[in-house]
């Protein structure tokens, strides 16, 4: 069974750690130093290097580890990445070298124009997705426009309920804060932040989360729903025409919030 560790770095950032019979992969290692410190404090080997996007915290990392362990680097095609040993694009899949845990590959562009996430499928289902949905929110548009980042949350939304969302960062508390405002009905999102405001007080990670969790509770997910899109209006000041309309609303919302 593959074991999921966060190795937490800089100050909100989960690097994650997939790990099997001392064999070790990681997602998005925007720093060497916090990983080569938990694969020791392991005794662990790193296999490979997983990344979703371009940007210097998710892999600022990567050159120091393969100075280190020689190990393959797996990212998106266009996204530009460097260092890569095999680009990945929509559809592809991989066998995390070293591990019985295979993923397959989305293309979900919006906070980078090539930001790709990892799926497992098995018995025990996860998504490794970056920046693009975090636990009660998703990621800024840096690079794609308000239909693309909507395309991108619609593919993982379809993933099933039980699959672990394993994000970034650790934004949850802020971001169900901004959920609150937007969807003030929702008891779901009430026990939520209940929950959620235990575990950092206990100094546990709020992720990963599920995508039925976040179906049921994330405004970003639920711009279909009749509250939802009447608040984005309201704060739009005027009528919008559909659930792109109001993602683009809300996301602006959030920016500013």
């Known amino acids: 069974m593959v074991q999921i560790d966060a190795v937490p770095a800089f100050e909100d950032n989960y690097f994650w750690v997939l790990s099997e019979a001392g064999a070790a992969a990681v997602v998005d290692p925007g720093d060497a130093e916090p990983v080569e410190q938990f ?3 392991h005794g662990l080997a790193l296999q490979s290097i997983l990344a979703t996007h371009h940007h210097g915290d998710h892999v600022g990392g990567v050159a120091d580890l393969v100075g280190r362990w020689g190990c393959p680097v797996f990212g998106p095609a266009r996204d530009g990445v460097r260092n890569l ?43 490794f997705c970056g920046d693009t949905l975090f636990a009660c929110g ?5 690079e794609g426009t308000p239909a693309q ?17 394993y994000c970034a960062h650790e934004y949850t508390l802020a971001n169900i804060r901004f959920a609150e405002a937007v969807e003030p009905g929702n008891a779901r999102l ?14 546990l990670p709020t992720v990963p989360s599920t995508v039925g969790e ?12 009749p509250e939802v899109a009447a608040s984005a209006e309201r704060h739009a000041g005027h009528r919008l025409a559909g ?3 109001v993602f683009a609303e809300i996301r602006e919302w959030k920016n500013r919030f």
């Open 214 to 225: 976040e179906l049921a509770t994330n405004p970003f997910l639920r711009c279909a729903v």
């Open 39 to 41: 694969l020791g404090a």
């Open 190 to 203: 009430a026990e939520r932040k209940a929950r959620e405001a235990a575990k950092r007080g206990r100094g």
């Open 138 to 142: 998703c990621g800024r548009l840096f």
């Open 85 to 127: 040993t095999r680009s990945l694009a929509e559809g592809d899949r991989l066998v995390v070298p070293g591990l019985d845990f295979a993923v397959e590959v989305l293309d979900v562009p919006g906070h980078t124009a090539g930001h790709i996430a990892y799926v497992h499928r098995g018995a025990d289902p996860a998504v």
């Open 243 to 245: 659930p792109v309309e």
């Open 149 to 165: 980042m909507a395309a991108s949350l619609a593919k993982l939304a379809s993933l099933p309920a039980d699959t672990r969302v």
